[in-house]
């Protein structure tokens, strides 16, 4: 079974310094029919203006993933946790790590007063409760995701898998950057499920035509499926337990 998510279908939150398309049920955005895919619960593609960012807030068991699009993402937390990346932000190609944990204070925010930034948050679930909270931040090279799969995120319990981040789940987050015509083997296990999310540009995922924002859930498709650019393009996968 393939479920289509189309970019213009998702929620949409628009609070002067923040404009937000939701996949999932998140804040006042409620559509039973989109609480979530297994326990992958929210992709949140955010704009936040120069100067804008969420206030400190607090989860509990939910790992939290940031990936900047573009521009420059700032964070903090009551665990002395600060983005190390340039300029002390998190920048475009490089991914945070947050497990929430048995609970946690954090803030997100704008790195610069001039340019917004754009990022996509991404909560999963965990696969246990109440641990003690993380922290984790990395580069990763765009050269390593051209025309392959790279994998950014990885269950903790996989050791090193290339460098990738942790994740307190048995889910896997890969990406791939495309040109165009350039194409990529998609290998389904039918035991799995899959979200395939395209985060910028244009490609084609066996014979569908998909754009920034679009998605597709896999649930017991098997074999292997064909991933085309469709001019620059970067294409996120969830590989996710059934």
Same mark, same amino acid.
């Given at each position: 079974m393939i479920l289509e998510r189309p970019a213009g279908a998702r929620g949409e939150v628009s609070a002067g310094w923040l404009h937000s398309r939701h996949t999932f049920s998140f804040g006042h955005y409620y559509d039973p029919q989109w609480m979530g895919f297994g326990?992958?619960?929210v992709i949140n593609e955010d704009i936040v203006a120069p100067g804008g960012g969420f206030p400190p807030h607090r989860h509990a068991n939910m790992e939290i993933l940031s990936i900047v699009l573009s521009g420059a993402?700032?964070?903090?937390?009551n665990a002395?946790?600060?983005?190390?990346?340039?300029?002390?932000?998190l920048q475009?190609?490089?991914?945070q790590w947050?497990?929430?944990?048995?609970?946690?204070?954090?803030?997100?925010?704008?790195?610069?007063?001039?340019?917004?930034?754009h990022f996509l948050q991404i909560?999963? /679930?965990p696969d246990r409760l109440n641990a003690q909270p993380g922290y984790a931040q990395r580069a990763f090279d765009p050269a390593a995701r051209e025309g392959?799969?790279?994998?950014?995120?990885?269950?903790?319990?996989a050791g090193d898998v290339d460098g990738a981040l942790p994740l307190r /789940? /048995?889910?896997?987050?890969?990406?791939?950057?495309?040109?165009?015509? /350039?194409?990529?083997?998609?290998?389904?296990?039918?035991?799995?499920?899959y979200w395939l999310h395209v985060a910028t540009g244009d490609a084609e995922f066996d014979g569908r035509a998909l754009s920034a924002g679009d998605a597709l859930g896999l649930v017991e498709e098997g074999g292997t499926r064909r991933l085309l650019g469709r001019g620059a393009a970067e294409v996120l996968l969830f590989d996710l337990p059934a």
């Open positions: 326990p992958l619960r993402l700032a964070h903090r937390d002395s946790n600060e983005g190390r990346g340039d300029e002390g932000v475009p190609g490089e991914v947050m497990s929430a944990g048995h609970g946690i204070e954090h803030s997100e925010f704008n790195g610069s007063k001039d340019a917004p930034v909560w999963i /679930q392959r799969w790279a994998t950014l995120v990885a269950p903790d319990t /789940q /048995q889910a896997w987050l890969r990406a791939v950057r495309l040109a165009d015509g /350039q194409a990529v083997d998609v290998v389904l296990d039918p035991a799995r499920r």
